[in-house]
Structures are given as structure tokens and as C-alpha cells.
T-cell receptor
Framework: DTGVSQNPRHKITKRGQNVTFRCDPISEHNRLYWYRQTLGQGPEFLTYFQNEAQLEKSRLLSDRFSAERPKGSFSTLEIQRTEQGDSAMYLC????????????FGSGTRLTVV | DQQVKQNSPSLSVQEGRISILNCDYTNSMFDYFLWYKKYPAEGPTFLISISSIKDKNEDGRFTVFLNKSAKHLSLHIVPSQPGDSAVYFCAASPPYNFNKFYFGSGTKLNVKP
């Protein structure tokens, strides 16, 4: 297993466009998380899935954001009508049922909205 | 509202000496804490954790100390090595909820050879 994989690594988009990121977790991990990290800050929780069920969403996740995890495998995070404030690193992580051993993070997708 | 704070954005230490990274939190309900290490262009990597029932946890060169009354934890690295140069994040979670961690803003450690 090669760990948590995120694609693309970098995305530059014009304001108002829609973007979609993909995350492939470690295969045996049933929990998947999305975090956002802006410059000079630590990661901020966005949402998490247990298998295919999205169990919690942060209020940071506005109506323009949607995440899915069909069949409990890979996940996608879509941002509609991007704004400059959406520019950030979007991190995906996965873990086993009990995450006290910590998550395994992917390398992230860096989004730049111009 | 920053519930986990790392007030030192950077720290420089000589190789072989001790590195001490500090973290403060405001929510007394937090009862599980982790440290992550992050190299450039990579995601954070889990380093070490501590539960609130303990005040110390050790793993090789890394030791985390927890002072619940002061709402303070620290990560000690002894001896520091150049390969330890990275950004270190502390993170905290509420009881029985490992699904959402609150992260500090990170401390960039530079270990000089």
C-alpha cells in the first residue's frame, strides 16, 4: 500500500470555476477525513466519513463545498464557484475505526484561485 | 477561535541538544493529544500521542509531557538531529472523539549541524 493518495497535487483555477479533488485512502482504513490548511495555520477539520456515510461537517464547509465517498472507498471534494479565500492546501487523511493512533495524511492538493 | 496554540513559530537548536516544542490549549474537555511532523511538500506524519490519564509518554528520542492543570503540553526531542528539521503541529481532541482534531499553527524546528 502506498499510503493516502491525493490528486491533483496542484490546481490553479479562475474565480467562479468549479474544482474537484480526489483522495484514495489506505485500503483497510474505513474512516476518511478532509482538512484544509491555509498559510501559517494548522490543518482545520472540514468533514469525515465512516465508510460511505458522511458523519460530521464543519461549519467551514459552506454550501459551495460538497464531499462524497461512494462505496466507502475513494472520496471527492468539490468546490463550486471558487473564491480567492478558498486558496489553501486541502489535506485528506484516513484511519482505522479508532483514530487514536493518529491519521495517515496524504500530501495534499494545493488550490490557488486567481 | 484558536483552541490549540503554538506560540513559537520557529525554533533553532544545535544538533545533539534538546529541542522543546510547546503547545497550549484552552478547552479543558480535550483529553487526547498528538504531535505531527511535517516536511515540505508532504502531509503531516503522526509522531507521538498522549492521553489525559498520563502525564508523560516516551518513544525513543521523543517524549511528550502533559500538564492538565496548566493546559499545556510539550514535545522534547533528545538528542536533536538535522533530520528532525520540520514543522511540528500539536493537535487535540475531545473525549471519545478521534474524528476531529484541533491543530495548532505549528512550530518550525531547525536543527543546525
Amino acid at each position: 500500500d502506498t499510503g493516502v493518495s491525493q490528486n491533483p497535487r496542484h490546481k490553479i483555477t479562475k474565480r467562479g470555476q468549479n474544482v474537484t479533488f480526489r483522495c484514495d485512502p489506505i485500503s483497510e482504513h474505513n474512516r476518511l477525513y478532509w482538512y484544509r490548511q491555509t498559510l501559517g495555520q494548522g490543518p482545520e477539520f472540514l468533514t469525515y466519513f465512516q465508510n460511505e456515510a458522511q458523519l460530521e461537517k464543519s461549519r467551514l464547509l459552506s454550501d459551495r463545498f460538497s464531499a462524497e465517498r461512494p462505496k466507502g472507498s475513494f472520496s471527492t471534494l468539490e468546490i463550486q464557484r471558487t473564491e480567492q479565500g478558498d486558496s489553501a492546501m486541502y489535506l485528506c487523511a484516513s484511519s482505522l475505526e479508532k483514530g487514536e493512533a493518529g491519521y495517515t495524511f496524504g500530501s495534499g492538493t494545493r488550490l490557488t484561485v486567481v | 477561535d484558536q483552541q490549540v496554540k503554538q506560540n513559537s513559530p520557529s525554533l533553532s537548536v544545535q544538533e545533539g541538544r534538546i529541542s522543546i516544542l510547546n503547545c497550549d490549549y484552552t478547552n479543558s474537555m480535550f483529553d487526547y493529544f498528538l504531535w505531527y511532523k511535517k516536511y515540505p511538500a508532504e502531509g503531516p506524519t503522526f509522531l507521538i500521542s498522549i492521553s489525559s490519564i498520563k502525564d508523560k509518554n516516551e518513544d525513543g528520542r521523543f517524549t511528550v509531557f502533559l500538564n492538565k492543570s496548566a493546559k499545556h503540553l510539550s514535545l522534547h526531542i533528545v538528542p536533536s538531529q538535522p533530520g528532525d528539521s520540520a514543522v511540528y503541529f500539536c493537535a487535540a481532541s475531545p473525549p471519545y472523539n478521534f474524528n476531529k482534531f484541533y491543530f495548532g499553527s505549528g512550530t518550525k524546528l531547525n536543527v543546525k549541524p
